[in-house]
């Protein structure tokens, strides 16, 4: 059976002061790849006033060693991403390239989406990031990471993705994983996960006892 991971981070509080500040330093680790350096800062000046928003993906893209990585706020789960304007053409292009490099058989998942969210009773949403990471013997593992801050909660959409990814997705012998990072400051509590496990779960059951986990083996 599918596992979701479930992870807590501590972050500065110093680090998102900065953040809600304009100061976007924390991208520029050495660690985070390209793409997402340059998305979430395009992203970040496009909104009217700084905020929290994306210090989270940014925190953990920046805490998490990774060969390449995608910010994947997009509905790839449903169909290969493409631009509504020539600005953000270039970073869905990169996207879909990169999924169909990386996961040939997708459209076979697409296919199927309706019916699997007619199963689940919610339309599954892909989660934050997705990142390959090397691990100890050199396999490279693709991490489906969901990224909360304090006050977050994971929405019953955002798990039923996270299970589609972990039951179904056309891996093509790939190593997967799904996780839910949890951050908190140095004055805040991360929220538990136990719910949203059991949902997983069910999730999980549900597709398999319906044959969607075939998808997987594709």
């Known amino acids: 059976m599918p596992k979701l991971l479930t992870e807590s981070s501590q972050f500065r509080d110093s680090d998102l002061t900065a953040w809600r500040q304009g100061d976007y330093g924390l991208l520029a680790h050495r660690t985070v790849s390209l ?4 998305l979430l800062i395009e ?3 496009r909104r009217k006033r700084p905020s929290r928003r994306f210090f989270g993906e940014a925190f953990v893209a920046a805490r998490t060693d990774h060969v390449d990585g995608w910010y994947g706020s997009f509905k790839w789960l449903r169909c290969f991403p493409s631009g509504a304007d020539d600005e953000d053409r270039w970073f869905h292009k990169k996207f879909k390239d990169a999924l169909g490099e990386h996961f040939p058989n997708l459209p076979h998942l ?3 989406f309706d019916a ?8 599954p949403v892909p989660p934050d990031l997705w990142l390959i990471v090397r691990g100890r013997r050199g396999r490279l593992k693709h991490r489906f990471i969901e990224v909360k801050l304090p006050g977050d909660k994971l929405a019953p959409r955002q798990v039923a993705g996270l299970a589609v990814i972990a039951t179904c997705l056309p891996r093509d012998g790939k190593r997967v994983s799904t996780s839910v ?3 908190h400051s140095e004055t805040t509590n991360s929220a538990p996960m136990t719910g949203d496990k059991v949902l997983f779960a069910k999730y999980c059951r549900d597709l398999r006892r319906a044959g969607f986990d075939r998808l997987a083996r594709r």
């Open 43 to 45: 992203k970040c000046h």
């Open 181 to 183: 990072i949890s951050l």
């Open 110 to 112: 697409h296919k199927e």
């Open 116 to 123: 699997l969210s007619r199963l689940l009773r919610v339309k």
């Open 35 to 38: 793409y997402i350096r340059h």
